[in-house]
């Protein structure tokens, strides 16, 4: 079920990205091939391929409980935190929290994740800033 | 003697301070991250790559710390095979066959110790094997127009997919998505936008090494997260290795071994889309089949860690002659090799060797001196690697994530590209799951901008005639092997690739 999915779900890319080739505009010193060829050969490719997989799945791939999903999706959102606050409260205290987080998701103790996730961000910040001077994001605190 | 003396060059480019620091530097990260369960070559040169450029390193020292970290990586994987039973890559899954059982019987540190010095062995002769083959692959390059190197690149496409997936839907759908990836941006020829959205980070194009690190890097987070796999591999398990040399009558009786299979190593690592794990499997194989007389492998024959060992760093060597030579790499770490030298403006393929011979032998003379401290370190010194495989996932996996957060920040210092990281981490997560190889993803996003360019040139040149691409012998030639390089693997492939499976364990999915 999961490959009859994907592969329809590739089917509709593969139709959206023909269509936005199609809309790319050409210009009017082109050459003999252009902009729109290769990526609607790319189009066909994909497309035939999801139908494929479509048509003749794999068999079902293990996918994790609904609380594993979660869990990941939990990851990614703390990431997308992570991303976007970084340039605001600075490098070293967005580090400690975000890895403080995973390492307690990993499954280790509260104690344990506090001294990975400050280890990492401390140990990140000396060797990479303050040794081999690469510039981090600077928070209202200058680091 | 041509090629001595560019050799001497090379080594008088290797044999400076920096470089030598760097070498050791990367030796020693690879073999760590090849131990580890969890980071294989590709992750670990992909995260190390942000690292190489903000240290603001030129071409030259770049690629001998990155190619440091490959051979070592490929050297790491068997330790934790012999002592773990569990492949801390996949090359090294076929060591785990006859590694374990020899630690079982008390002979940890000879099978450590054997095993590193057939890396050496396999790596040794297939760096000779590099020096002698990439300038006549050279040769042949020189050649080739625009027609031939766009059949190379669909030839690469086409093969890839054959050892990386059972299934070729999947290995298709993966380069075309590659490809369309690397569609999005200005059109370098006509100067339009394409597949932009009006996004104006999107114009540049997206950075390949934001896709590498997030397909590869974040996606393993993400798989320890779901499988929820926080602790060591080797807690409450007694690592005891014991005597660290092997006695002479076991080399005696591994040599020609070893020597056999460096050849054929060597050979499956230049074909394209074999790489690593299909050398170090048929090696082990082949041996089974010739010297296996009295049905010893598998129970602990030392010669059934030897040939899978040699195999494998012998094949590393290989899969560097395609890249080198023609631009088009031929497994998933020298993709993002190849993603290196690109982001550093070199140009790998046949004029690397006449336009910047300074890498190219810097870099082969490189690889001997770390093939050098790679079996000085992994001897007396494995003691060290043993005891870092305590580190347990749930302390490794957080500073994994967080350094390749760094590294791309380092780059482009961007919340944007950070954000496409985690797009690329997730999907990567999924295809992962539903068993569609990444390498091929990688090397459509690399390839794909002068994989285009030279379509374009070719029918250019030809006054618009699409024929023109299977217009010479040559080309045709390569459309011919693409063409069953792509049907073979539907018809035999699903055999070997199942004798493969039977002994992978659910550890690091990612092909090298």
């Known amino acids: 079920?999961?490959?009859?999915?994907?592969?329809?779900?590739?089917?509709?890319?593969?139709?959206?990205?023909?269509?936005?080739?199609?809309?790319?505009?050409?210009?009017?010193?082109?050459?003999?091939?252009?902009?729109?060829?290769?990526?609607?050969?790319?189009?066909?490719?994909?497309?035939?391929?999801?139908?494929?997989?479509?048509?003749?799945?794999?068999?079902?791939?293990?996918?994790?409980?609904?609380?594993?999903?979660?869990?990941?999706?939990?990851?990614?959102?703390?990431?997308?935190?992570?991303?976007?606050?970084?340039?605001?409260?600075?490098?070293?205290?967005?580090?400690?929290?975000?890895?403080?987080?995973?390492?307690?998701?990993?499954?280790?103790?509260?104690?344990?994740?506090?001294?990975?996730?400050?280890?990492?961000?401390?140990?990140?910040?000396?060797?990479?800033h303050l040794v081999l001077g690469l510039s981090l994001a600077r928070g209202p605190l200058g680091f | 003697m041509e090629i001595l003396s560019a050799l001497g060059d090379g080594f008088a480019i290797a044999l400076t301070f920096e470089n030598l620091l760097l070498a050791l530097l990367g030796c020693f990260l690879g073999t760590v991250m090849g131990a580890l369960p969890g980071l294989g070559p590709s992750n670990g040169v992909a995260i190390l790559i942000p690292l190489a450029f903000t240290l603001g390193l030129g071409p030259t020292p770049s690629l001998i710390l990155l190619t440091s970290v490959y051979y070592g990586a490929m050297y790491g994987g068997r330790i934790s095979s012999i002592l773990l039973n569990i492949p801390g890559d996949e090359p090294a899954m076929m060591t785990c066959l006859d590694g374990h059982p020899m630690a079982k019987k008390g002979m940890a540190g000879e099978a450590l110790s054997l095993s590193g010095i057939a890396s050496f062995v396999g790596a040794f002769f297939a760096t000779w094997g590099l020096i002698l083959l990439a300038p006549q692959l050279v040769k042949v390059a020189l050649l080739f127009g625009p027609a031939e190197y766009f059949a190379l690149f669909a030839l690469a496409f086409m093969t890839l997919g054959g050892v990386s997936s059972t299934n070729q839907a999947k290995s298709a759908f993966a380069a075309a998505l590659g490809l369309g990836l690397a569609m999005i941006g200005v059109?370098?020829?006509?100067?339009?936008?394409?597949?932009?959205?009006?996004?104006?980070?999107?114009?540049?194009?997206?950075?390949?090494?934001?896709?590498?690190?997030?397909?590869?890097?974040?996606?393993?987070?993400?798989?320890?997260?779901?499988?929820?796999?926080?602790?060591?591999?080797?807690?409450?398990?007694?690592?005891?290795?014991?005597?660290?040399?092997?006695?002479?009558?076991?080399?005696?009786?591994?040599?020609?071994?070893?020597?056999?299979?460096?050849?054929?190593?060597?050979?499956?690592?230049?074909?394209?889309?074999?790489?690593?794990?299909?050398?170090?499997?048929?090696?082990?194989?082949?041996?089974?089949?010739?010297?296996?007389?009295?049905?010893?492998?598998?129970?602990?024959?030392?010669?059934?860690?030897?040939?899978?060992?040699?195999?494998?760093?012998?094949?590393?060597?290989?899969?560097?002659?395609?890249?080198?030579?023609?631009?088009?790499?031929?497994?998933?770490?020298?993709?993002?090799l190849l993603a290196v030298l690109l982001s550093l403006n070199i140009t790998p393929g046949p004029l690397l060797f006449t336009q910047n011979p300074d890498v190219v032998w810097g870099l082969i003379a490189a690889l001997f001196i770390a093939n050098f401290m790679l079996l000085a370190m992994n001897i007396p010194m494995v003691g060290i690697f043993t005891r870092l495989l305590m580190v347990p996932p749930r302390v490794l996996m957080p500073v994994v994530a967080m350094v390749s957060f760094v590294g791309i920040y380092g780059i482009s210092g961007s919340s944007f590209d950070l954000l496409v990281m985690i797009g690329f981490g997730v999907m990567g997560w999924v295809l992962r799951k539903l068993d569609v190889p990444l390498v091929p993803i990688i090397l459509g996003t690399l390839l794909g901008n002068s994989m285009e360019a030279n379509l374009r040139r070719a029918i250019t040149i030809d006054n618009g005639d699409w024929w023109t691409l299977v217009d010479s012998p040559l080309s045709l030639g390569l459309w011919a092997v693409a063409i069953i390089g792509f049907i073979m693997p539907i018809i035999f492939g699903r055999v070997v690739k199942n004798k493969m499976r039977q002994r992978k364990d659910e550890e690091g999915a990612i092909s090298d």
């Open chain 1, 1 to 128: 079920m999961s490959d009859r999915i994907f592969g329809v779900f590739g089917v509709l890319l593969a139709i959206g990205y023909a269509m936005s080739a199609l809309a790319i505009e050409e210009s009017f010193l082109s050459d003999a091939v252009g902009p729109k060829a290769f990526p609607l050969i790319i189009a066909a490719i994909l497309g035939i391929s999801s139908a494929v997989i479509a048509i003749k799945p794999d068999p079902e791939p293990h996918w994790p409980d609904i609380g594993r999903f979660v869990e990941i999706a939990a990851a990614v959102v703390v990431m997308v935190l992570y991303a976007e606050f970084l340039p605001i409260i600075g490098f070293v205290f967005a580090t400690a929290l975000a890895a403080t987080y995973l390492a307690w998701r990993l499954g280790s103790t509260i104690i344990g994740s506090v001294a990975t996730g400050v280890g990492t961000s401390v140990g990140i910040y000396v060797i990479f």
């Open chain 2, 187 to 336: 059109d370098t020829q006509t100067g339009v936008p394409r597949f932009t959205f009006g996004e104006v980070h999107l114009y540049d194009g997206l950075d390949f090494l934001v896709a590498i690190v997030g397909l590869f890097a974040l996606s393993e987070v993400l798989i320890f997260l779901e499988e929820r796999h926080g602790s060591a591999s080797a807690e409450g398990r007694k690592l005891s290795v014991g005597r660290l040399t092997p006695p002479w009558s076991m080399i005696k009786q591994c040599t020609p071994t070893m020597l056999r299979t460096s050849v054929l190593g060597f050979v499956a690592g230049v074909l394209p889309g074999a790489g690593a794990s299909l050398g170090s499997f048929i090696s082990y194989s082949m041996e089974k089949r010739l010297v296996d007389k009295e049905g010893t492998f598998g129970t602990g024959d030392p010669r059934g860690v030897a040939a899978p060992e040699t195999g494998n760093n012998a094949a590393a060597g290989g899969a560097l002659v395609p890249m080198l030579a023609l631009g088009v790499p031929g497994s998933g770490t020298t993709a993002v």
